[in-house]
Each structure stands twice: as C-alpha cells, then as structure tokens.
C-alpha cells in the first residue's frame, strides 16, 4: 500500500539514516550497560560511589551524564525509525529490526568484555584488597569520630589527600575497564592510603 504521507526517501538517505540508528543504539545500550555496572551494590562491579564523601561522588557517577546520554540517544534513535516508517512500513519495520539487532549484539558484546575484565589475571585478589581500601576509607567518611580526629581525610586540600581520591578514581576505573592494570592501580591506592593517613595523624596499626 503506497503511503501517503508524502515523505519520500532515497536509497542513500535510509542508509544514512540506518548508519545512525546503528550509532545511536550501540551508544544508548554501552550507556545503560555502563549505568547498571557502576550501580551494582556488589559482585565485584563494586559502586566506590557508596564509599564516598558527599564531596567526591561526582569522579564515580554522574546520573545527570547518563540521563542525557540515554536521552540523545533516543532522540536520534525514534525518528531514524518512525521517518522510515511514515515513508514505507517496509523500511520502518526493517529499522526496527536493525535496532533490535543492534541493541542485541551491543549487549552481548558488552558482556564479552565484561567476562574479559573478570577473567583477568589477579583480578579476585586485586578486587579483595580494593575493597578493603574502600571500607578502610569509608571509615572516616562515615564516623563522626574519626572525621572529627582525622578530619585531613576528608579535606581534599590536602596533597596527600587528594593523591588519595585520585588514586580512588583511577582504581575504580581500571576495575571497570578491560586492558587495564587493575592490580597496580590497587597498590598504588594503598600507598596513597597510607601517606594519606601519615598526613592526617592516624597512627599506623
């Protein structure tokens, strides 16, 4: 049945406007995929935004970021469809198609990696440790006593403090991230903790 709507597409403009839909989706999926690691509680995709002041929540996870991401992402991804579609139900259903695989193989490619990360050498023992870091720290984040005798180890003008929330940072990135020196990272953290604490007056256990 011919439409009526009036839009006419050439070959080329549908397969721009399919090379789109194929960004806009791998985008929007690697978004949403990154989005529910950084949240997990636990399992070893660890959120060290739950280990955080108030003050330095922002290195970890920027939710503002993620919803206007996801959002530009539909944006491009609806009318790469419905245009389509309006033109021919053919080619609409076709996009559709192409989005749905798209979005399949970004997930399952994801996931790929995500095993690759786990699967690397030293990694269960380099997450064991950072997290004892993370509740070491957390300790003077969330005890009104020790943020009252330390409080250096929440002041991030302090040198050795700030090395310490960079040294957060980084860790919490190479765990995240394939083809990274996670368990270096991890050491440097530890030593970063440790001139962190020397600087604030905590005696060393």
Request: with cysteine; charged share 20%.
């Amino acid at each position: 049945m011919p439409a009526t709507t009036g839009i006419q597409l050439t070959a080329w403009e549908i397969g721009l406007l399919g090379l789109l839909l194929l960004c806009a989706v791998v985008f929007t999926v690697n978004t949403v995929r990154k989005a529910a690691v950084h949240g997990a509680p636990d399992g070893g995709h660890p959120a060290l935004q739950g280990h955080l002041g108030h003050r330095d929540r922002e290195f970890v996870k920027e939710p503002d970021a993620t919803f206007w991401n996801i959002f530009a992402g539909l944006v491009v991804i609806v009318p790469a469809v419905v245009i389509p579609a309006l033109a021919s139900p053919a080619v609409g259903l076709l996009m559709l198609f192409l989005a749905v695989a798209a979005a399949i193989a970004a997930f399952a490619v994801g996931r790929k990696l995500e095993r690759n990360r786990q699967d690397r050498i030293g990694f269960t023992e380099a997450a064991a440790r950072h997290d004892a870091l993370l509740a070491r720290w957390q300790r003077y984040e969330l005890d009104p006593a020790k943020g009252i005798d330390f409080p250096g180890m929440s002041d991030v003008s302090v040198p050795q403090t700030a090395a310490l929330v960079r040294a957060l940072q980084e860790a919490q990135r190479c765990r995240l991230t394939a083809g990274t020196d996670y368990a270096r990272a991890v050491e440097k953290l530890d030593v970063a903790m440790v001139e962190a604490e020397a600087a604030a007056g905590v005696s060393a256990s």
